[in-house]
């Protein structure tokens, strides 16, 4: 078993284009125990729904910081452009 120290970081991608499962989607990311854990949440809508359930669920803070919303005005276009960071 790895340590923490050792062990790779896990990216969790979750695209996002309609708000309906968003939360449940990202409360399971959320309680997962693994340590080296980031989730990445590409919006891809241009309503602004997606980057509020994200404020409600995970609102931004020291506790909160392996999250990143990515695309928060919408592409609109199915792609996420920061994925390429995912190593």
């Known amino acids: 078993m790895q340590t923490s ?3 790779p970081t896990v ?4 695209p996002a284009y309609n708000p309906w499962y968003l939360k449940a ?8 125990t693994y340590a080296r854990l980031e ?3 590409c919006d891809d809508s241009r ?6 359930v994200v404020d ?3 609102p931004s ?9 990515e ?3 919408g592409y609109g276009d199915g792609q996420c452009h920061e994925w390429p960071r995912c190593d």
């Open 47 to 52: 309503t602004g729904e997606i980057k509020a």
């Open 11 to 14: 990216s969790v991608v979750i």
């Open 71 to 73: 695309n928060p005005e």
């Open 56 to 58: 409600e669920v995970a």
């Open 5 to 7: 120290d050792s062990a």
């Open 25 to 32: 989607a990202l409360d399971s990311a959320l309680n997962q």
């Open 39 to 41: 989730i990445l949440i």
């Open 61 to 69: 803070g020291p506790e909160n910081d392996r999250l990143s919303l």
